[in-house]
Structures are given as structure tokens and as C-alpha cells.
């Protein structure tokens, strides 16, 4: 794959201070954090949030899919059958407010004519109990859009169109917030779409996977996707922002919460030196 453009905020241009979180609660209510940025961790890719639903690298060969990008390690799917299966875990079987937020770039150009989802990462499937992020490529119109939805006893989907938008090999932050009764979709730390009396994504048995979803009508991601997070909150409109101007934030607070403690096994928290508590650039 080509190198990915990079188009992120950096400490030099004053977005986010060193040492310190931007938005200090970006802790408060995470269900879920899987971080390649901490470094290769073989066929796993481990849950930093605390409730351990760690992800199986599926289809995938360790030795060649961790792939250094900025602002640090992202996994390199194929588009063909990678995916990582994080489970079906009690904590992101979300039945109320939520955010689900992905560090993600792709390696091919969008064909309208697939007709399919690509998904980011999904719980269960968008025709069953749950809630997501994907690429659709929709025939008729010939469009591409950024999607996220929730789906219980009603489906709720906010869309923006990136046809002209979305470049390859380039990294975008998107983000999907349920906050009361509202669906925002976020890409690139500013609000896209909002929709409304939305649907609670509802109790659901489905797998969390990232890079692939759990219905025949999904297309494998093509490309890498970095950090993915989960929150039982909707966060707030400066906390997105928050996330995108500084890529490296939930990165760094996992580093510092491995630090404190002590007698983890070795590896969980990637390659000593790849993190090492320093501001990911």
C-alpha cells in the first residue's frame, strides 16, 4: 500500500497541550478502546479500556498487517476477508446513549455499483439489533456515503455523502454519537449530519467486529483502520473535536493507566519504545 497522506493536527500547530489530556473525561464511560498506536501485539488486538474484549486478528498475518502510519501503528486490511472479531462482550452492548469513534484510510477507490456496506466497525449488523459505522456504496443514486446508524425496535441511519471526498491512502477521524434522543455523524472533528428521534440500538447477541460486519450484504474494509472506541455517553461536541486534534490522546491515557499498573503480562500493551509515554506526533 502506499504511504498515507497526512493531513492530521500536530503539538506544533497548538491544537493540544503535551502531558495532559485535552478533555479530561474522555475516560468517563469507555466500554471499549482498541489501540494499534501502542504497537504489534501478534493475532490480538487487545481491549485497553478495562473490560477486556479483546479482538482476534481473523484471516490476517501478523507478521505483515501491523503497518506503521501516523500517528502511530494502524492494522492493514485486505478487502477481502480480514477482519478483527472482538466479541460479543455485556460492556459494548450498548442500549442507550453511545459514541463509537474510528481512526481509519483506504487503500481503493469507493464503486457505487458494489451496492454494499463496508463497514468500520459494527455491532451485530444494520438489519439486526445494534449500531455501526460504514462506508455504503449505493447504486441508485451512484453515491458514497458515510454512514452510522442504531437500530432496536426502530432504525435510525445519518448519512453524508463523501463521493468527491473520501481520498485513498489519506486518514479520517468519524465519529457517531446518540446524545438523548439525537444521531450525529462527525468526520474530521466537525458535525456532518444529525437526524432526530432516533432509535436505542437494542439488546443484541451479535459480535463487535472491526473491519467487517456481520451480514452477507458487507464488504470487507479495504485499508487501515487505527484506534477504535466505545462510550456508553454520548460525548460532546469538543470532545470529538478533542479526539480528532490530537490523535494520540487515548493512546497516551492507556500508556499511563498500563503504567500504574503493574504485573501485566508482557506484550498486552504493544512493543516497548513504539509508545513509551511520549505525545504520538
Request: proline share 7%; aromatic share 10%.
Amino acid at each position: 500500500m502506499p504511504a498515507v497522506a497526512r493531513h492530521l493536527p500536530s503539538y506544533s500547530q497548538r491544537f493540544a497541550s503535551k502531558g495532559r489530556l485535552a478533555c479530561p473525561r474522555l475516560w468517563q464511560g469507555l466500554v471499549g478502546l482498541w489501540a494499534p498506536g501502542l504497537g504489534p501485539a501478534g493475532s490480538r488486538l487487545p481491549d485497553q479500556s478495562g473490560y477486556a474484549s479483546h479482538g482476534t486478528l481473523a484471516n490476517m498475518d501478523p507478521a505483515n498487517d501491523w503497518v506503521a502510519a501516523p500517528p502511530g501503528w494502524m492494522l492493514d486490511y485486505d478487502g477481502t476477508n480480514d477482519y478483527v472479531d472482538c466479541g460479543a462482550a455485556s460492556a459494548t452492548n450498548l442500549t442507550g446513549n453511545f459514541t463509537l469513534a474510528v481512526w481509519a484510510c483506504s487503500s481503493a477507490a469507493w464503486n457505487p455499483a458494489n451496492g454494499k456496506y463496508r463497514p468500520l466497525a459494527t455491532r451485530n449488523s444494520i438489519f439486526q439489533s445494534g449500531y455501526g459505522l460504514h462506508i455504503y456504496e449505493r447504486i441508485s443514486p451512484a453515491q458514497v456515503l458515510l454512514e452510522g446508524w442504531s437500530r432496536g425496535t426502530g432504525q435510525t441511519i445519518v448519512s453524508h455523502i463523501v463521493t468527491a471526498l473520501w481520498a485513498t491512502d489519506r486518514i479520517y477521524h468519524v465519529a457517531l454519537v446518540l446524545a438523548g434522543s439525537t444521531l450525529l455523524l462527525y468526520w474530521d472533528g466537525r458535525q456532518v449530519a444529525s437526524t432526530g428521534s432516533a432509535a436505542l440500538p437494542g439488546s443484541n447477541s451479535g459480535p463487535l467486529r472491526i473491519g467487517y460486519g456481520n451480514s452477507a450484504l458487507y464488504l470487507p474494509w479495504p485499508g487501515r483502520i487505527g484506534t477504535v472506541a466505545a462510550w456508553s455517553r454520548g460525548l460532546a461536541a469538543a470532545e470529538i473535536r478533542g479526539l480528532y486534534e490530537d490523535p494520540g490522546v487515548l493512546v497516551r491515557a492507556a500508556g499511563r493507566r498500563a503504567a500504574r499498573r503493574p504485573g501485566l503480562p508482557s506484550g498486552v500493551f504493544g512493543v516497548p519504545g513504539v509508545f513509551a509515554g511520549r505525545a504520538i506526533r
